[in-house]
């Protein structure tokens, strides 16, 4: 069984700084994974989809990468901004399916 | 492009009575939609796959009986929750799968109360 995993639960951090996002999962056979933005009472942004065999994928100030062997993504948001606070939550596909698994979240603070 | 709406965004009932949750895709056709619940501080679990025309799946430990899905047109899926009681209070998210594609787009969600 598929299991996501977010570390750390929550993260504040002084606007300007680089935030660092970590995303794990236990199967590595993942077909994509992709990573969404929800703001208090609101649905997902969906923020970037990376394809099993990308290694990173980039928007903006965001830059996903993926590390299958690991089972492991990072999320870099670069020059935060209090427009970043939110909750990201990274998702993989259970097998060859669309059904998403989801990680618990990260919960951002960014401080003007 | 690709956008979800939902309706309503939040609704109050009292305990023992049903409410009904719409999800349709705005401007592209939506063979499978999907239902997940987030309570607070949580995040998304899938409650089931609405797929159009044909019965709906639901995850293990969801009610099929209770939470009614209906998804009669290739842009709206419903979701029934029927003799809702406080601890159905809860986040329902839907999303919609973009035909032959796999790229799930969400609506905002729909706060739900019971009383």
């Known amino acids: 069984k598929q299991e996501v995993t977010q570390i750390p639960a929550a993260l504040s951090v002084p606007e300007g700084e680089n935030l660092v996002l970590n995303c794990s999962f236990t199967?590595?056979?993942?077909?994509?994974l992709q990573w969404f933005r929800q703001d208090p009472g609101k649905g997902l942004t969906s923020l970037l989809l990376i394809q099993s065999s990308q290694r990173e994928q980039t928007s903006g100030r965001l830059n996903a990468s993926l590390d299958k062997s690991s089972g492991r993504s990072t999320l870099y948001i670069a020059a935060s901004q209090p427009g970043d606070s939110a909750t990201y939550l990274c998702a993989v596909p259970r097998g060859a399916g669309n059904k998403l698994t989801f990680g618990g979240g990260t919960r951002v603070l960014v401080k003007p | 492009g690709a956008v979800v709406s939902q309706h309503p965004s939040w609704v109050i009932c009292k305990s023992g009575t049903s409410v009904k949750i719409e999800c349709r895709s705005l401007d592209f056709q939506a063979t499978t939609m999907f239902w997940y619940r987030q309570f607070p501080k949580q995040s998304l679990m899938l409650m089931a796959t609405s797929n159009e025309g044909s019965k709906a799946t639901y995850e293990q430990g969801v009610e099929k009986d209770k939470f009614l899905i209906n998804h009669a047109s290739l842009t709206l899926s419903t979701l029934t929750v029927t003799s809702a009681h406080p601890e159905d209070s809860s986040f329902y998210i839907c999303?919609?799968?973009?035909?032959?594609?796999?790229?799930?787009?969400f609506g905002p969600g729909t706060r739900l109360t019971v009383t």
């Open positions: 999303s919609a799968l973009l035909a032959g594609g796999h790229e799930q787009y």
């Open positions: 199967d590595s056979a993942i077909y994509n």
